[in-house]
């Protein structure tokens, strides 16, 4: 088991940019992949996008593909997972997660994650 800690959230204005970033502390992350997940308040917690554990294949929900990145550095100890926001829109306003998955590629599934976060919120404002 492991923790994981995010961080980067914060005010943003439509238009522009914030990156997240998340550590991945405890043990070795390496071998799986990762995602971020957002949930806005009264909404389910949504997929956002993931990366192998190679970092090699990523994955975006509709709705962030063009504006968002996300990347990973695991030669670093703890292992972190990025996430490039830009053009922002006021309906990214959610509370982010980061998670690590119990498989090595890409799955967009919550029950596939089993380490979470607690989170960072993002405001856009409009």
């Known amino acids: 088991q492991g923790a994981l800690v995010e961080s980067g959230g914060g005010l943003a204005q439509a238009g522009g940019s914030l990156r997240l970033s998340c550590a991945a502390y405890g043990t070795t992350f390496s071998s799986n992949a990762m995602g971020w997940f957002r949930q806005a308040p009264g909404k389910e917690r949504e997929f956002v996008a993931a990366?192998?554990?190679?970092?090699?294949?990523?994955?975006?929900a509709d709705s962030v593909k063009g504006r968002f990145t996300i990347s990973r550095d695991s030669a670093k100890n703890p292992v972190y997972v990025y996430l490039q926001m830009s053009s922002l829109k006021s309906e990214d306003t959610a509370k982010y997660y980061c998670?690590?998955?119990?498989?090595?590629?890409?799955?967009?599934?919550?029950?596939?994650?089993?380490?979470w976060g607690q989170g960072t919120q993002v405001t856009v404002s409009s």
């Open positions: 998670a690590v998955s119990t498989t090595a590629s890409t799955v967009r599934e919550t029950t596939r994650y089993n380490i």
């Open positions: 990366i192998s554990w190679s970092g090699l294949s990523t994955d975006y």
